[in-house]
Nanobody, 126 residues
């Protein structure tokens, strides 16, 4: 089992940057695929980015590709989401999720993840 805590959210102007962190408990962090998802008010939760266990495979939603970068430092039990060139439409609560069994071809599916953090708010003003 793993517990996840997100941090790094906040208010930023359009064009600005933020770095989100997802810190995990447990000694088998490298066995978990980590995904970032977001949910805006009145909208469904959507996939943002994911990184496979070893970090060798990453995947991004089309809407963030080229602007966001996901990375992980397994020695620190932490995954990062570097967000650049932020847009007002990026405003949402951002969640990280973990699962040891999700396949690399299924990383975009929230239902494949068993463990979720509490979320961190990102607000981008125009």
């Amino acid at each position: 089992q793993v517990q996840l805590v997100e941090s790094g959210g906040g208010l930023v102007q359009a064009g600005g940057s933020l770095r989100l962190s997802c810190a995990a408990s447990g000694r088998t962090f490298s066995s978990y695929t980590i995904g970032w998802f977001r949910q805006a008010p009145g909208k469904e939760r959507e996939f943002v980015a994911a990184i496979y266990k070893s970090g060798s495979i990453t995947y991004y939603a089309t809407s963030v590709k080229g602007r966001f970068t996901i990375s992980r430092v397994n020695a620190k039990n932490t995954v990062y989401l570097e967000m650049n060139s932020l847009k007002p439409e990026d405003t949402a609560v951002y969640y990280c999720a973990a699962d040891p069994t999700v396949l690399s071809t299924r990383m975009t599916m929230p239902e494949r993840y068993d463990y979720w953090g509490q979320g961190t708010q990102v607000t981008v003003s125009s």
